[in-house]
């Protein structure tokens, strides 16, 4: 049993590699640079990406189970695609693929619809696989504590409501989806799961839980998209800020929510209720 994680040094990688390392598993870490790799003892760092289909089949000889996360980049559909291929024509039949809540509505979003487009694939090679679609991620507002601490909630969330999960939650469904994969005597059937939090956010309720976190008024900076774009890409490249200006604009109109009956499946799969984000921020916070 050898399960290769991709997207090794993310948030979400590193947590699922923590969880299955703690295990016991026999885990590989796939990263540009192994040399620098700094993971739990008994992880084996390994060469790849997604734009190197040789270090690819090198990295997944011996594997049989794969989790499978992408980083949104401006090449995320070709190096999704060339790992899962690469996999699927490896013959390995164990996979957890890390996609997007509301990825098949959501498709004017680039980075949406590529996860939805590479869940296609994963159907339509018939690879048994679990389907993992989790909300925006808790961990997104981190980078927005000093701007709470001034005064304001910049993420223009809108005011439909945004189930936001924390990473950890994510880290604790995947991880346990691999193992039982792993551990299975043969493939698994398919299998999709939402994976949302229990309340949902808007601009204004969050920007509230700062509020009464910090103790002093918190104001929602507001709905204004060409601000947010503006915003984001001083952090981050052109076609990523407008690729989450989409998002944001979806959000506006529908929100981000799981169906009702992912709740239950959510505490079934935890065996605890999901992390809230009152929670999230005061740990934040300290």
Known sequence: MSILVTGATGAVGSAVIERLAAAGADVRALTRNPNAYKGPAGVRAVAGDGTDPSAIRAALQGVDTVFLLNAVTADELTQGLTLLTLARDAGIQRFVYLSVLNAENFTDVPHFTVKYTIERAIEQFDLPATVLRPSYFMQNDAPLKDAAAHGLYPMALGSVGIEMIDIRDIADIAAAALLRRARASGPLPREVIEIAGPEAMTGESAAKVWADALGSEVAYVGDDLDAAE??????????????????????HREGMRAKPAARGTLRTLLGREPRTYQAFVRELLG
């Open 230 to 251: 503006a915003a984001i890409a001083q952090r981050a490249p052109a076609w990523a800020a407008y690729d989450l200006r989409l998002m944001l604009a979806r959000f």
